[in-house]
């Protein structure tokens, strides 16, 4: 049986460290609480990633012999390697569009501030109001169901969930919890990136770029600065300039 493990090793070795060595881009997910499922899901989808799972011991010796200590301190308990030669920014963003509800589950703690909305249940009264009022929601039978009077937070961000919240959510099919994979880290060209550094909004991004842009030209059409952006502006704003010129010199000559 050692035998057998040692060999499985060095394989493993072997084939995740030729992997690895392929690819320009080389990112740590953490695989505790994420479901195979989803992990299934994810690969279909990002077809062009490879993700690999392996041994931590192993991965950590693969990682420090191709020169990657920088990750292998890093590694989680249950790791995930994540190769691409797209860009880590754009892989991330990937792999958030992957992201999936689940339902919560007793003694978990909460990642999120938990909302049940106003509105109508589709519960018949009976048990089920008691229930739902148990867990602070303002519920009141209108006709023939249940009806939430008021958005109500069940449970806070950093609180565990109770077996009466779950239940809840349950009899209201609501999942609450997003689950997506966490990213350790994602190496390119040297440099380790993080999710605080890799969750950007690309859109915001843009629009902060757009709005940047056009105040340069406005700036620069009121300084009369010309650049390409600016020299058509101020050739038009210049004619109409012009034409109020000779609009007032013509009224004079009246």
């Known amino acids: 049986m050692t035998k057998h493990i040692r060999q499985w090793r060095l394989d493993q070795f072997d084939e995740v460290g030729k992997l690895i060595s392929e690819y320009n881009v080389i990112g740590i997910g953490n695989l505790e609480n994420f479901p195979s499922a989803l992990l ?11 993700f690999k799972v392996t041994n ?18 890093i590694l989680p308990n249950y790791p995930i390697v994540i190769l691409t030669n797209d860009n ?9 569009k992957s992201k999936a509800k689940s339902k919560a589950k007793v003694g978990m703690v909460s990642p999120i501030d938990i909302i049940i909305p106003e509105g109508d249940t589709g519960l018949a009264p009976g048990p089920a109001l008691s229930d739902l009022k148990k867990v602070g ?13 008021k958005d109500a937070v069940v449970t806070k961000e950093g609180e565990i969930i109770s077996s009466d919240v779950v239940s809840t959510l349950s009899k209201l099919d609501i999942k609450p919890i997003e689950l997506i ?13 993080g999710k605080d550094i890799l969750n950007i909004d690309a859109e915001d991004i843009f ?34 300039k012009a034409q109020a010129l000779q609009k007032k010199v013509e009224e004079k000559k009246e």
């Open 40 to 50: 299934h899901k994810l690969r279909k989808q990002l077809s062009d990633v490879t």
């Open 88 to 96: 880590a920014f754009e892989l991330y963003a990937n792999i958030k």
């Open 181 to 193: 994979l966490d990213v350790s880290g994602i190496k390119e060209e040297g440099l380790i990136y």
């Open 137 to 149: 929601l303002k519920a009141q039978v209108k006709g023939a169901t249940i009806y939430i009077a």
């Open 207 to 240: 629009n902060q770029f757009t709005i940047a842009f056009r105040s340069g030209v406005n700036l620069a059409v009121e300084m009369g600065y010309i650049t390409n952006e600016s020299i058509e502006p101020l050739i038009m704003s210049a004619e109409l």
């Open 56 to 73: 931590r011991h192993v991965l950590k010796r693969i990682l420090i012999s191709q020169k990657h200590e920088d990750l292998a301190n």
